[in-house]
Nanobody, 122 residues
Framework: VQLQASGGGLVQPGGSLRLSCAAS????????MGWFRQAPGKEREFVSV????????TYTDSVKGRFTISRDNAKNTVFLQMNSLQPGDTAVYYC????????????????WGQGTEVTVSS
């Protein structure tokens, strides 16, 4: 199983980025997919999750109204559109796959990508 995250980079406050996570080696449409992030010196935290069919989504409060999670099961890919980025969003962003639960807990996830770095700075 491989989850390949991409799309990170350096962006100014107020800017946008779109993260992608391409999955291989698993039956993608049977997994709920999550995004997490880890800032320097902090624990990994939940950002968003989307159910296997792409119908239900959940966000952490700090990104509601700014981030949108989506997926394309035909392309085995999950996305995170990030708008109105703030310095507090600076972190390494990870995608993860969860077969059994629709969860905010990192420990519930079965597979993890390698992370893509997002830096929000002027």
């Amino acid at each position: 199983v491989q989850l390949q995250a991409s799309g990170g980079g350096l962006v100014q406050p107020g800017g946008s980025l779109r993260l992608s996570c391409a999955a291989s080696g698993l039956f993608f449409s049977t997994y709920n997919m999550g995004w997490f992030r880890q800032a320097p010196g902090k624990e990994r935290e939940f950002v968003s999750v989307i159910d296997k069919r792409g119908i239900f989504t959940t966000y952490t409060d700090s990104v509601k109204g700014r981030f949108t999670i989506s997926r394309d099961n035909a392309k085995n890919t999950v996305f995170l559109q990030m708008n109105s980025l703030q310095p507090g969003d600076t972190a390494v962003y990870y995608c993860a796959a969860d077969l059994r639960t629709y969860s905010r807990r990192p420990t519930d996830y079965d597979y993890w990508g390698q992370g893509t770095e997002v830096t929000v700075s002027s």
